[in-house]
């Protein structure tokens, strides 16, 4: 069994920086690319950041030099440092990890962590 969970969210005024943490566990042979998406209401999910188990990068326009988004491979856990936040960054934030789990090795899954809200008040 494969878990994510999420942690960090909260409420905070414009302007102010938050840190979400994505922790994986369980039988996992390996942790492959990992991301954070968001969802506000009535949107649709979107991709806010990505990295690699190398640590390539990559981020949504509206994030790009505000958000940085990292992991700490020793221990299975990805993070996203949040600055200069705005009122649209509220949304629900989901981590995503495709991992290759011990009961099926070589076959790469898509995990989703149950979400973390983030509201940002004007």
């Known amino acids: 069994q494969v878990q994510l969970v999420e942690s960090g969210g909260g409420t905070i005024p414009a302007g102010g920086s938050l840190r979400l943490s994505c922790a994986a566990s369980?039988?996992?042979?390996?942790?492959?690319?990992m991301g954070w998406y968001r969802q506000a209401p009535g949107k649709q999910r979107e991709l806010v950041a990505a990295?690699?188990?190398?640590?390539?990068?990559d981020y949504a326009d509206s994030v790009k030099g505000r958000f940085t988004i990292s992991r700490d491979n020793a221990k299975n856990t990805m993070y996203l440092q949040m600055s200069s936040l705005k009122p649209e960054d509220t949304a629900v934030y989901y981590c995503n990890a495709r991992i290759e789990a011990l009961a099926t090795l070589f076959t790469e899954n898509d995990y989703w962590g149950q979400g973390t809200q983030v509201t940002v008040s004007s």
């Open positions: 369980g039988s996992i042979f390996r942790l492959n690319a």
């Open positions: 990295i690699t188990s190398g640590g390539i990068t």
